[in-house]
């Protein structure tokens, strides 16, 4: 039961004293002390009689007593589903912006959201303390059935995150011997024959042209899907610029500008004359952005009877710059024109040498020393 008490307060001198417990037969000023969820609350009554502030004070505990009878009970908060977790992690990642003030990519957040729902719905579990080690594990081995080991990685590094906005160390659940993690492979480059046999079989000149930069600038894909006229000159010394800009930013955030081979730089120049209306250089008929590279390539890879499982558009990258480098242009300019951060990154694009061209420089760098030994003198 809430307890009301009467004190008074007395000036002596012009000065206040300090509160004392009334009793009967005290003087006024009056006021009452009681507490309202833990707090201590002081209520002045004026200057009255003790009887008075008695029934003041009596009257406060009633009232108090019927706050307190009809005032809800606060429930405990019930801890945030994984289904509300995930509608503010996508908030989240919607509202975040880089350091160079751009936001995350539609398809980042699309794959955001792809990768969250599928999670969820393969686990199964309500709130983030219901997730297990094996819960991880059997999610990671329904990625396998459909992906690489590549993908299964970066997967993964999606849902640790999501994990962790929702307070789950995905560390504590997983040893680092189960993680998932990327295997340095070594590159592969297309070879001279390989091109032109496929190049040989396509009879559109958008694609052909598209094809023949990605091989010649090593654009990633949506830099090549998304390219402009404008970021295109095509005069005396022609160059290509992948650029961050409105409604479309670059791996890195970061634009850069490659030359252009002359005889490419002519054949786009004949294009753009025969595309005057359209601001891309390689849209689709009605004029979008073509999101169908992939397929493309590995049509024109089937048609030229190659192996389509060998082709790929990163391939075209790694072959921009390992091409480059062997053709004796120096590493420093290589890895501006790939846009890398370091000269390591730009190391690891150089596919070591196969076949007869392998062989040729195997017989240059030791043919000349002949083994003699005991037994064929």
């Not at 589903?81 to 975040?96: N, V």
């Not at 002519?266 to 849209?283: E, I, R």
């Amino acid at each position: 039961m809430p307890t009301v008490s009467i004190y008074t307060r007395a000036t002596t001198g012009g000065s206040r004293r300090r509160y004392t417990k009334a009793t009967r037969g005290s003087t006024g000023p009056f006021f009452l002390r009681y507490e309202i969820n833990g707090k201590r609350v002081w209520e002045g009554l004026g200057t009255r009689t003790y009887t008075f502030a008695l029934a003041d004070a009596r009257s406060r505990e009633s009232s108090l007593l019927r706050e307190e009878a009809t005032s809800p009970k606060p429930s405990p908060a019930a801890p945030k589903s994984l289904e509300e977790l995930r509608t503010a992690f996508i908030h989240d990642k919607k509202t975040t912006f880089k350091k160079d003030g751009t936001p995350l990519d539609p398809d980042t957040i699309s794959s955001y959201e792809k990768v969250t729902r599928e999670f969820l719905d393969i686990v199964k579990r309500q709130t983030p303390a219901q997730i297990t080690k094996q819960d991880l594990k059997e999610w990671m081995a329904k990625q396998r059935e459909r992906v690489s080991h590549r993908t299964v990685c970066n997967l993964y590094i999606s849902i640790a995150c999501f994990l962790h906005f929702c307070g789950v160390d995905h560390k504590k659940l997983l040893p680092q011997s189960e993680r998932p993690t990327p295997i340095e492979e070594t590159p592969e480059a297309y070879t001279e024959e390989e091109m032109t046999n496929f190049f040989f079989v396509i009879t559109k000149e958008r694609d052909a042209l598209a094809f023949e930069l990605m091989l010649k600038t090593g654009p990633r894909e949506q830099e090549l899907a998304n390219l402009e006229w404008s970021h295109l000159d095509l005069g005396k010394t022609p160059t290509v610029s992948y650029k961050t800009r409105q409604n479309f930013r670059t791996k890195t955030g970061k634009s850069r500008t490659i030359p252009l081979e002359r005889g490419l730089a002519d054949k786009l120049a004949a294009w753009q004359m025969k595309n005057p209306k359209s601001q891309l250089v390689f849209p689709t008929e009605s004029c979008k952005v073509e999101g169908h590279f992939l397929r493309l390539c590995k049509e024109y890879a089937r048609v030229s009877r190659q192996n389509v499982n060998t082709f790929w558009l990163h391939k075209f990258r790694d072959t921009f710059a390992t091409w480059a480098l062997r053709r004796g242009v120096d590493i420093r300019t290589v890895q501006h024109w790939l846009g890398h951060t370091s000269i390591e990154m730009t190391q690891r694009y150089l596919a070591p040498e196969r076949g007869e061209y392998a062989q040729g420089q195997i017989n240059r760098a030791f043919g000349s020393f002949a083994v003699t030994t005991a037994q064929s003198v």
